[in-house]
């Protein structure tokens, strides 16, 4: 089993800017795909960002490309996710998630695509 903790997530102005982290339990968090979801009130859960194994290859939705940044650190079995240029339409809880497949974009966009989902962080953006 491997345990995702979220932290960060808070209250930010517009324009401003918050930064993520998500510990895993385990000691082969440096095999997994990682990823960041978020979830807005009343929406679906959507895919924000994906980064494989050795964190050379990442991925972003269209709507936060540009503006938010994907990383991990597997010495430390963190990844991150540093958000800039927010706006109110990125208010949602924000879910990290882990899987042990091998890195494929059209697998790790998807929530099926992942076996472990942490608890979530809010994130609110004020106007």
């Known amino acids: 089993q491997v345990q995702l903790v979220e932290s960060g997530g808070g209250l930010v102005q517009a324009g401003g800017s918050l930064s993520l982290s998500c510990v895993a339990s385990?000691?082969?968090?440096?095999?997994?795909?990682m990823a960041w979801f978020r979830q807005a009130p009343g929406k679906e859960r959507d895919f924000v960002a994906t980064?494989?194994?050795?964190?050379?290859?990442?991925y972003y939705a269209d709507s936060v490309k540009g503006r938010f940044t994907i990383s991990r650190d597997n010495t430390k079995n963190t990844v991150y996710l540093q958000m800039n240029s927010l706006s109110p339409e990125d208010t949602a809880v924000y879910y990290c998630a882990a899987s042990t497949s091998s890195f494929a974009y059209n697998v790790h966009v998807r929530e099926w695509g992942y076996e472990y989902w942490g608890q979530g962080t809010q994130v609110t953006v004020s106007s």
């Open positions: 980064i494989n194994w050795s964190g050379r290859a990442t």
């Open positions: 385990g000691r082969t968090f440096s095999t997994y795909a």
